[in-house]
Nanobody, 126 residues
Framework: VQLVESGGGLVQPGGSLRVSCAVS??????AAWFRQAPGKEREFVAS????????RYGDSVKGRFAISRDRAKKTVNLQMNSLKPDDTAVYYC??????????????????????WGQGTQVTVSS
């Protein structure tokens, strides 16, 4: 499985941005977005269960970000709204062939995921 992110860039506070991840190879059971800001640990952002679109979010982005997947194009998208300077980070796409029951916290753990993209920079600044 190969993952390639795109769509990062510079956006003003309060603005919106959409990042995408193209998946090649096997269809994932679960896909996710993580992010890492300079000097900070990598953080869970959102995950999606491929077969039914069930999604989970990190507390810091809940209500502002939305994860989706396009089965035909085999992409995982992250729509980011009401962006804040604290959202500045490199955003990474991740995938695993496994699916998890709703409520399983494993989707929030980096070690759950077997495949990672190279990351795309998102900068929120005026």
């Amino acid at each position: 499985v190969q993952l390639v992110e795109s769509g990062g860039g510079l956006v003003q506070p309060g603005g919106s941005l959409r990042v995408s991840c193209a998946v090649s190879g096997s269809t994932p059971g679960t896909a996710a977005w993580f992010r890492q800001a300079p000097g900070k640990e990598r953080e869970f952002v959102a995950s999606i269960r491929w077969f039914d679109g069930n999604s989970r979010y990190g507390d810091s982005v809940k209500g502002r970000f939305a994860i989706s997947r396009d089965r035909a194009k085999k992409t995982v998208n992250l729509q980011m709204n009401s962006l804040k300077p604290d959202d500045t980070a490199v955003y990474y796409c991740a995938a695993t062939p496994r699916s998890f029951n709703s409520g399983n916290s494993a989707v929030r753990e980096q070690l759950t995921y077997d495949n990672w993209g190279q990351g795309t920079q998102v900068t929120v600044s005026s």
